[in-house]
């Protein structure tokens, strides 16, 4: 059993940034990957941001350059850091896991709300 809990959410400004946190805890293995996603109202969940292959990462096209995915293998935390918010960021953000080998994410936080103001 895996436990996820985001924080860090709440409202910002169109341009302003915010820092998501996911903390795990539970059966977390070394052989965890972590990703964000987010969904926004009427929309489909999307991958968001995600640990790759060699410790690089993986982003949307609609966040590169913008947002970053980080960890802190001690505190068995990811963060998303978000700058130049922008309204179309607005969802309800989600950390995730997976196995290494699988595509499937089987344990899911319940999700942190960003809004982004006009």
């Known amino acids: 059993q895996v436990q996820l809990v985001e924080s860090g959410g709440g409202l910002v400004q169109a341009g302003g940034s915010l820092r998501l946190s996911c903390a795990a805890s539970?059966?977390?293995?070394?052989?965890?990957?972590m990703g964000w996603f987010r969904q926004a109202p009427g929309k489909e969940r999307e991958f968001v941001a995600g640990?790759?292959?060699?410790?690089?990462?993986d982003y949307a096209d609609s966040v590169k350059g913008r947002f970053t995915i980080s960890r802190d293998n001690a505190k068995n935390t990811v963060y998303l850091q978000m700058n130049n918010l922008k309204p179309e960021d607005t969802a309800v953000y989600s950390c995730?896991?997976?196995?290494?080998?699988?595509?499937?994410?089987?344990?899911w936080g319940q999700g942190t709300q960003v809004t982004v103001s006009s």
């Open positions: 640990f790759s292959r060699g410790g690089g990462s």
């Open positions: 995730a896991r997976r196995r290494l080998g699988r595509t499937e994410y089987d344990y």
């Open positions: 539970g059966r977390t293995l070394s052989t965890s990957v």
